[in-house]
């Protein structure tokens, strides 16, 4: 469902562009409606309609996604879910390789077919169908630079001109499209349509506190945490982290990390790492980093979007890289510089009107990166992070289910949760209600059951930071690794807050870390910088740590999250009892002994986690008890087949009019041959 935050006789007209008619009309092709979406009031406030329509040579690229049989986006989800120690797989299983779950994402030929017929039925060679260079499931056709009436035909829709109150930017958006009935099941998305999000340099999760005077001496490498316990909010220092969360003395000694364990910090337009100011930070903090290397891989881009002028330094590259790369070392860093435009080389359409939405782009090109090429640990701190009443669901629920597939591929992802609090009214004033009725609002991407959602403390002893995102979802519901902490801290707080979030919704964060005036060179400089963008690279080093050592004992690294986040780390956390996060205009969220929606399970202490990680009982499993779980990421439902059932996972195998395997039926049934050979070696381990 979608939320909305205005009352039903909200005039909302001015808004939608013209319906058109749900036939097409020059063929006679019913439409259904694919995807409705329904403004939520901060988007009302933010984009207004412009009285006159796109001009009559406006081009467009129009993005598809394409479904995969949808029994293999839920094998993924309940491989996943089985990384418990309740479940008699958990730790047991090897992650999926690049072929296997390349295989799992792959459309039925026949999806190929009947987008092919699709799109010759109006007018649109398939000459015109272009594909990524690393779309290896050719899963993302795209169509650049055609007519925007062609688009509306397509999609049986009519665009309208929006323009932003506050930058004046104009990008062409409908609010419902729809698709033929034979193609409908077919596609997960299209793009761009309804999706007004855009990835700019005014959405990151950090924030620069008043400290860009100071010198690098004047602050950088000066303890400062009081003897005494005193507040140390102020300031924050590799060295401080490093005592906070016991990594002195536990970090690898060697000058080598285990090989192929990498920490991926994702980094999005307008954002450049800035390699001076690393050396500089590393001169200053931690010298034997100075001579490391960072790598920078550019993602759909050329050279200039990796700019190392001094004053192209991005606050939130820099953050991550710095404190990533310090806290993580000696573990290789690679930096994801991801260009939004794909193949689009028309200068005059903006990176909003392009559809090329990055969190596709990047972990579309992630996923189809060989196994030794990819990181072990994903941590973005920048990006869309915004609430899920502005993401249509289906282009959520298909974000989720590619970082379900990274996840099954042994990929830690790790998401800022938002600087918010519980949410915050459409000026982002943490005192002002949300929308009538009043509701929280939650933060996608971090509400995705596959991500770890990383919130926010402050001061020593630490105390939750009243800016840290936490709450319920309305999209995904409450995944099962979470059911036992979540019930107990609903139970806790009674009727508090009914009607104003969804009780069986994904809840987070997960975890947390410290999240204000992180010391971060910027240009020559030093400034304060604070938000849940600090806090995320911050646990995302400390798990590719955990990874190292786990690699460095012939062990399968973490993979996954959130299961052994709920389970056996508990006893690794530092659980954060004090504080909470107001938004909605009420004292949202406290933090209480054991999970809660302001920091989570805790922050972490890497010492004994390291050592949980290394223990028996990590190592083993529960062979006494089995569970089957089920995915809470909404998808579609597959084509036609016999079905075929083992290991608790439902299969179907695609036949042809002769009832035999063949054609695009051997396509199925060579999937469900990888998850049958999967199951098995898994149960052999």
Known sequence: MTLTFHDDDTDTGSFVPPSPSHHSSSLDIEHLVKSSFTPSESLLNEWELQPYPPSSDYTITLRFHLKAPSQNYQFIQDLLLSNHPSHSHWTRRKHLSLEEVTLLRTPHSDTARRFDAFLRR??????????????????????????????????????????????????????????????????????PTNYFGSVKAHRRTSHLESLSASRPSDIIGSNLIAQDGADASTNITLSILQDLYNLTNNVPSSALAKAGNMLGIAGYLEQYANLADLQQFYDLNLPAAANSTLSVVLVNGEETINSQTGTDAGIEANLDVQFGGGLSYPVPNIFYSTYGRGENTQANISYADNGNEPYDVLLSYLLARNDSDLP?????????????????????????????????????????????????????????????????????????????????????????????????????????????????????????????????????????????????????????????????????????????????????????????????????????????????????????????????????????????????????SNLSHTTTTSASVPTGTGTGGQTKTGAGMSMRLGTNEHGLIGGSGMLIFLQSLIIMLVIGRVSRF
């Open 122 to 191: 109006f007018g649109v060679s398939s000459d015109t169908v272009h594909y990524d260079a690393y779309d290896t499931t050719r899963s993302r056709p795209f169509l650049p630079n055609i007519p925007l009436a062609t688009a509306e035909r397509l999609l049986s829709t009519k665009y309208g001109l929006y323009k932003n109150r506050k930058t004046g930017d104009e990008i062409v958006r409908t609010l419902q499209y729809s698709l033929p009935r034979d193609i409908f099941e077919d596609i997960e998305w299209v793009q």
């Open 376 to 620: 072990l640990v994903l941590s973005t701190s920048y990006g869309k992070c915004e609430w899920e009443s502005d993401v249509p669901i289906d282009y959520a629920t298909s974000v989720c289910n590619m970082y379900a597939q990274l996840g099954a591929r042994g990929v830690s992802v790790l998401h800022s949760s938002g600087d918010l609090g519980a949410g915050a009214g459409p000026s982002k004033n943490q005192s002002l209600t949300c929308g009538t009725p009043n509701r929280f609002l939650s933060n996608f991407p971090a509400s995705c059951p596959y991500v770890t959602s990383v919130g926010g403390t402050y001061m020593i002893p630490e105390t939750t930071n009243t800016i840290s995102g936490g709450g319920f979802s309305d999209y995904f519901s409450r995944p099962s690794y979470q059911d036992s902490a979540v019930t107990q801290y609903l139970s806790g707080i009674g009727s508090t807050y009914d009607g104003m979030y969804n009780a069986s919704g994904r809840a987070q964060p997960d975890i947390s870390a410290q999240s204000n005036n992180y010391q971060v060179v910027i240009d020559g400089q030093v400034s304060g910088i604070s938000g849940t963008s600090a806090s995320c690279p911050a646990v995302a080093a400390i798990v590719a740590l955990l990874n190292d050592a786990l690699l460095k004992n012939g062990r399968e690294p973490l993979g996954f999250l959130n299961p052994f986040l709920y389970s056996l780390a508990a006893s690794g956390l530092n659980d954060i009892t004090t504080g909470n996060n107001p938004g909605c205009g009420v004292p949202g969220w406290n933090a209480t002994t054991g999970w809660d929606p302001a920091t989570g399970n805790g922050t972490p202490n890497f010492g004994l986690l390291r050592d949980i990680v290394l223990s028996s009982a990590y190592a083993s």
